[in-house]
């Protein structure tokens, strides 16, 4: 199949083979970028039951954005055969790391995997089979958990007895094993699971069978950490513990709640660590173990037992008084600010927004085609992902919602002659015309109405400029005021948090 085209992806070379499809390396020439191919196993597509589950937890898990889930860009049928785009990752699985050397390296990607299930867990997404095989490493170190909105159609395929299988239900919940309702309980379920095999290289339940497998994740405790991981910080024993409680209200009961825990005992973990090198090098020196107290010989005078008490509190006064009289006020504007610059495989974009807690932007792109569209990203990392269904003419700028739900936007279609404010769901799936003959729409903090320019024209020039307003339905479109300056134009409008404002 290598160098055959299909619609717009040219194959470059075969990655792999498994029991859920075969991925390809691709390019994708209108966007130009690298991606994989997942084309599903046959019996899928026979399967229209299969295919119409799969089509709806494929569609679910596009809309996943985050910097350690591997995206979905889209699903496709090819004369009748089913294959979903994904962002293409290079690096290998996490089975090819485990065990890891340090506990402190294990559990720093642990919380890559938790902040990915969290972000699925929140938008009502289960993944039913997380595993070392499911979660890939890139070239930086990133966890990218895989195959969203696959897992469900493969646990409702009957499971052959093999030894393929037997490792698949390691990972399984007790609930999943019993055919009981699998939630996003059960997730974490398996990320302990996934947690102890990354620390000690082994399973917490053994079995040499497929039945011995079951019985022991259904009935026996798992194994204690500390058996393969000596002195293991008290903080991760506990965490496995919770994390593999048989019955789910016993577990953790938010992946949020998971990742808390861990950076806990990480730190928890660096700073046991920092304390041993340092004893290390003391004696290392030839000084012995660091005394954490010196007992005087003889019972030294008054001054000499708080002399530095008395010296320390003499430097602080004085150090308040010259703060108090010689310090001038300097102001600083953000002093704790960062800055982060996001890969964008495009060369032509416009004006951006931003989702109110600066995690999600939007921005408008020219693809390879000439087309706009609208590109949708996590500010952490990860691909751009288009969420406009229709390719337009122009798009000058884009608005986020504060909650990062919705996407404001002014363009031209291809067949439009004035620009048109548009109304798209970040997740994708269409969009909506909320007003005609508009520009730069501004969202209003509350998300119940969205600002934006409307020209007036006379004798084919512009008289004057309004600021309307319209709910993203796109009803109850009003005239707030007009502006009637002869400016030639304007590109930028801002509301007030209350609302009760406008600056343009």
Not at 40 to 49: I, S, T
Not at 209 to 238: D, F, T, W
Request: with cysteine.
């Amino acid at each position: 199949m290598t160098g055959n085209t299909i619609g717009q992806y040219k194959i470059l070379e075969k990655l792999g083979e498994g029991g859920m499809g075969v991925v390809y390396k691709a390019s994708d020439t209108r966007l130009n970028r690298t991606v994989a191919l997942k084309f599903l196993p046959e019996r899928v597509n026979r399967d229209e039951g299969a295919k119409a589950r799969f089509l709806q937890e494929a569609q679910a898990a596009a809309g996943l954005n985050h910097p350690n889930i591997c995206t979905i860009y889209g699903v496709d049928e090819q004369e009748g055969q089913l294959f979903m785009s994904m962002e293409y990752i290079e690096g290998g699985t996490l089975r090819e790391k485990l065990p890891f050397a340090k506990p402190d390296d294990a559990l720093a990607v642990a919380i890559q995997i938790g902040e990915a299930l969290q972000e699925a867990h929140a938008r009502e997404i289960v993944h039913r089979d997380i595993k070392a095989d499911n979660v890939m490493l890139n070239s930086k170190g990133q966890a990218k958990v895989m195959d969203f909105g696959l897992a469900k159609l493969r646990g409702a395929m009957k499971l052959t007895r093999t030894s393929s299988t037997v490792g698949t239900l390691g990972y399984m919940s007790p609930e999943q094993i019993q055919g009981g309702e699998a939630d996003h309980r059960s997730d974490i379920f398996s990320f302990g699971v996934l947690l102890f095999e990354m620390l000690t290289g082994r399973l917490p339940f053994r079995g040499d069978h497929e039945a011995a497998m079951v019985y022991s994740i259904v009935n026996e405790e798992p194994e204690s950490v500390e058996k393969y991981l000596p002195g293991a910080a008290p903080e991760i024993s506990r965490i496995l513990e919770k994390a593999l409680e048989k019955d789910p209200a016993d577990r953790y009961q938010t992946a949020a709640d998971f990742v808390v825990d861990l950076r806990r005992a990480r730190k928890q973990s660096t700073r046991v660590s920092r304390e041993v090198t340092q004893s290390a090098l003391a004696a290392a020196a030839g000084q012995g173990p660091v005394p954490s107290t010196q007992m005087p010989v003889a019972g030294p005078t008054f001054f000499a037992r708080f002399r530095w008490f008395i010296l320390t509190g003499l430097i602080l006064i004085a150090a308040v008084v010259t703060l108090v009289f010689l310090r001038k006020p300097t102001p600083e504007v953000n002093p704790n600010m960062t800055v982060k610059e996001l890969e964008i495989p495009l060369t032509n974009i416009r004006y951006h927004g931003l989702s109110g807690d600066g995690n999600w932007a939007a921005f408008p792109g020219k693809d390879a085609g000439g087309n706009w569209h609208v590109y949708f990203m996590n500010t952490g990392g990860g691909e751009p992902k288009v969420i406009t269904s229709d390719s337009m003419r122009w798009i000058q700028s884009v608005d986020v919602s504060m909650d990062g739900s919705r996407v404001a936007y002014g363009g031209t279609t291809p067949s439009g002659n004035t620009p048109a404010i548009f109304v798209a769901s970040a997740l994708g799936g269409g969009t909506r015309v909320v007003a005609q003959d508009g520009i730069v729409p501004r969202w209003r903090p509350d998300g119940k109405r969205i600002f934006y320019y409307k020209w007036r024209w006379s004798a084919g020039r512009m008289t004057d400029l309004a600021i309307w307003s319209v709910t993203p339905e796109g009803t109850d479109n009003r005239l707030e005021f007009t502006d009637s300056v002869s400016i030639q134009g304007r590109i930028s409008l801002s509301v007030s948090p209350d609302g009760g404002a406008v600056a343009w």
